[in-house]
């Protein structure tokens, strides 16, 4: 007796019982397939948060990945934008970045008309 030949893919059934896919019948009966599922919202809403009128002014970023050089990035919209690499320099950029909380002209005017 001989084992009829494999197919290339197993798992797979032999190409000769393959059907090309056919579209879903349209539930509605207007012969047009959907498009959304049910329940999805098709528009996009507003947000509903509302906020109190802050927002941010300035950043300040820190890595430190164990083994490597510390670094540290400050950055505001009123223009600062400074970059420190070291653990002294970065940790003497944080303090400063602080700092700048009270100097920072953007700042001020936002606490000041908060007042």
């Given amino acids: 007796m001989s ?3 494999r197919s290339p893919l197993e798992g797979h059934p032999p190409t000769s019982r393959l059907r090309l896919a056919e579209p879903a019948p ?11 599922a ?6 996009v809403r507003p947000d509903q948060q509302t ?13 430190a990945p164990r083994g ?4 540290a ?3 505001c919209q009123c223009g600062r934008n400074l970059f420190a690499a070291g653990h ?4 003497a950029l944080i303090a400063d970045h602080t700092d700048h909380k009270t100097r920072c002209p953007l700042r001020a005017d936002q606490e ?4």
């Fill in 68 to 71: 490597a050089t510390p670094t």
């Fill in 73 to 75: 990035t400050s950055i």
């Fill in 88 to 91: 002294h320099k970065a940790l």
């Fill in 38 to 43: 049910e329940g999805v919202p098709t528009a």
């Fill in 3 to 5: 084992t009829p030949p």
């Fill in 112 to 115: 000041g008309a908060a007042a």
């Fill in 26 to 36: 349209a539930v509605s009966g207007r012969g047009a397939p959907k498009v959304v």
């Fill in 51 to 63: 906020g109190d009128g802050r927002y941010p002014v300035a950043w300040l970023t820190i890595t």
